[in-house]
DNA sequence: ACAGATCCGTATGTCTGACATATAACCCGG
DNA sequence: CCGGGTTATATGTCAGACATACGGATCTGT
């Protein structure tokens, strides 16, 4: 009952019938390629929904729920009334990392992902980030780090150093200039985060963490990217003791409803 | 008409108004909720549309599209006939792969990621990802990069060799232990290689990616992690000349269809 | 002439009810 | 005991209707 036999396929099915495709899902494959070919610009506005429900020989219903599809994919965008319809809306880096966020949190309750595995991958991931910040940060990416830093952090309401917190990470990842970084690292950062949040401990907390992103602001600043690296590292390090005493599973929740 | 009044925005909005939700909007939070929450677990078989309609109190087409967002995000998958209806399938690592590296690609073009960014993480990821392999490995994840490297290249195909390039990189990653950093190098590498898939060049390029490969996996089975992350650098690096030259955008077509 | 209230057309959102079709399980005869 | 046809149960698809939101055109009062 539970054994999927398409899993991990050899390339072998060379037989080239195609089982039938609902409907849907072909509606749904031609709007998705006139998208993604630029075929359909980002912003343009689909035929509405009657439109492409004859064009395609299908009923409206069926139209629908290739839209749907297409919505959360975030291809689509879709408004009511007289200026409405589907609009073309190509994915954002917001949007894939907050997809990666909650399809990882998933896939580590069920695959068993170790706490471990996301502390290395981020710290592999944001002490590279300081690194490159150093030399190829704007001027709005210091200002960005500098709102996020603060003179007394235990001023501020949990949430707000939640956010502070938040917006440091997200703005060195940001002035790294490699948007490939920030969509990997995003989310492994925003999990981690999460659990956090739940559980503050020590009071000393908020105020070395402050300190250590000022410390790598700093280098950041000055252009040393050994420097910016090294004490990214370090304060990855100390964080990773704080995880390591409060860590549990990201979807994990107290039995007993 | 294109403005995005959500986006990015600062934590202010404090009023507790909220927007109608659509009817399978809410559908599909909660079923949602059900399933992240693990109320439902693996496998396991949602009521039939009829039973969800009238538990909801909504229609059945209305739940139909709340059940293609779940598809979608790779949370049910739905089966005809007798024995079928909504089974949760939580997703995999291969499912949030194929999702990424379609959205990046996408991303690409709209936001312009240059090549250099997809190298530079590619080299940065794989690089950590050999050194790792060196010291986790297993015999099975020895065996597999075995397989995917063969004593003379030239006799396969260009598609085989395409499989075999692929498998190694991938087998690598999977040697790492570390499944945040397969999700992140995976579509990265995907998408270069798609890229170069379509225009083989130099005819001793074959046979130097395949002896790069053996060098990496004797590195990696002799347990060398410098010599591994060395090699596999020295690869990465000799990759880079060759992208640099066949680079085009992924996604783009060539006008006239 | 202009600002504001009103009406109206157009789109999605939702419901109802029906039939088509795939599939697993059951039943029955050899 | 086995094989084949039947049936029950799901999803898949269709058609038509009404509800509802929104933008713009129209009407109105000062």
Redesign the pocket.
């Known amino acids: 009952m539970n054994d999927e036999p398409t899993s991990s396929g050899q390339p072998d099915e060379k037989s080239s019938i195609h089982r039938?495709r609902?409907?849907?899902e072909q509606v749904y494959d031609q709007l998705r390629e006139l998208i993604t070919t630029g075929e359909l610009e980002r912003g343009e506005r689909l035929p509405?929904?009657?439109v492409l429900a004859s064009d395609f020989?299908?009923?409206?219903?069926?139209v629908?729920e290739a839209l749907r599809i297409l919505a959360a994919q975030n291809l689509i965008r879709?408004?009511?009334?007289?200026?409405?319809?589907?609009f073309v809306t190509l994915p954002t880096v917001d949007h894939i990392s907050e997809f990666l966020q909650a399809n990882i949190s998933l896939l580590s309750e069920v695959e068993d992902v170790e706490l471990g595995e996301f502390l290395e991958a981020r710290e592999l991931l944001e002490a590279f980030a300081a690194r490159l910040a150093a030399s190829r940060h704007t001027e709005a990416d210091i200002e960005r780090m500098r709102q996020s830093v603060v003179a007394d952090p235990m001023a501020l309401s949990v949430e707000s150093r939640f956010v502070h917190n938040k917006e440091f990470h997200s703005a060195v990842l940001g002035a790294s200039g490699n948007t490939l970084l920030c969509i990997s690292a995003q989310p492994i950062f925003s999990i981690l985060q999460t659990n956090l949040s739940r559980t503050e401990l020590d009071s000393r907390f908020p105020v070395r963490v402050n300190d250590d992103h000022r410390e790598i602001l700093d280098a950041i600043e000055a252009g040393d990217a050994d420097g910016a690296e090294r004490h990214m590292r370090h304060h990855l390090e100390y964080l990773r003791g704080t995880y390591e005493k409060i860590w549990r599973v990201p979807g994990a929740v107290s039995p007993g409803e």
């Open positions: 039938v609902k409907a849907y509405n929904e009657t020989g299908v009923s409206r219903g069926t629908r879709t408004a009511k009334g007289a200026g409405g319809g589907s």
